[in-house]
T-cell receptor
Framework: GAVVSQHPSWVICKSGTSVKIECRSL??????MFWYRQFPKQSLMLMAT?????????EQGVEKDKFLINHASLTLSTLTVTSAHPEDSSFYIC????????????FGPGTRLTVL | KQEVTQIPAALSVPEGENLVLNCSFT??????LQWFRQDPGKGLTSLLL?????REQTSGRLNASLDKSSGRSTLYIAASQPGDSATYLC???????????FGQGTRLTINP
């Protein structure tokens, strides 16, 4: 149980375009979802926390207008990287908690974004 | 602000050795501590979760300990195998905030 999926697993886009990444909880209701970014050989850095039906809470230094997060249902959250630039190239990982899984987060497999 | 530090940053040992990975955190007000494994280009696999009231957890060849008062945790791997090669991440769950704070990880290489 407690499976989280992400789509796509990798994406390559041109500079200036927007990219949407989906995060889904497959077998539980995810009341809260988290988005992390991981640069090569570095650890995970939390970008934002989203609760279903509410606006996301962004960590300090994360541009909310650049990284749009939508958590419209209890099983789906999306991260849209707007006007992507090469420096946005990174590994993006989502995680989720729910009413039955409150003491930890379950992680998706990650999405590799490369901006040319 | 909670900070998590992992030592060493990288470790290379011959197959069969027992080894210890270290994790320290600055604020003892944690809900739990978790060890993850990450293979290159992949997501996270949860290995062990220790609640703040517990001292240790075991799973197969892995044993994790927690000393909350001193802000330390260790991950012990017995009889290491080449398949154990990966990055190991320690993370603490902050009470009330539902936030996981990660260490920088230890890149482990087990040589055949």
């Amino acid at each position: 149980g407690a499976v989280v999926s992400q789509h796509p697993s990798w994406v390559i886009c041109k500079s200036g375009t927007s990219v949407k990444i989906e995060c889904r909880s497959l077998d539980f209701q995810a009341t809260t979802m988290f988005w992390y970014r991981q640069f090569p050989k570095q650890s995970l850095m939390l970008m934002a926390t989203s609760n279903e039906g509410s606006k996301a809470t962004y960590e300090q230094g994360v541009e909310k207008d650049k990284f749009l997060i939508n958590h419209a249902s209890l099983t789906l959250s999306t991260l849209t990287v707007t006007s992507a630039h090469p420096e946005d190239s990174s590994f993006y990982i989502c995680s989720a908690t729910g009413t039955l899984v409150t003491d930890t987060q379950y992680f998706g497999p990650g999405t590799r974004l490369t901006v040319l | 602000k909670q900070e998590v530090t992992q030592i060493p940053a990288a470790l290379s040992v011959p197959e069969g050795e027992n080894l210890v990975l270290n994790c320290s955190f600055t604020d003892s007000a944690i809900y739990n501590l978790q060890w993850f494994r990450q293979d290159p280009g992949k997501g996270l696999t949860s290995l062990l979760l220790i609640q703040s009231s517990q001292r240790e957890q075991t799973s197969g060849r892995l044993n994790a300990s927690l000393d909350k008062s001193s802000g330390r945790s260790t991950l012990y791997i017995a009889a290491s195998q080449p398949g154990d090669s990966a990055t190991y991440l320690c993370a603490v769950y902050i009470q009330g905030a539902q936030k996981l704070v990660f260490g920088q990880g230890t890149r482990l290489t087990i040589n055949p």
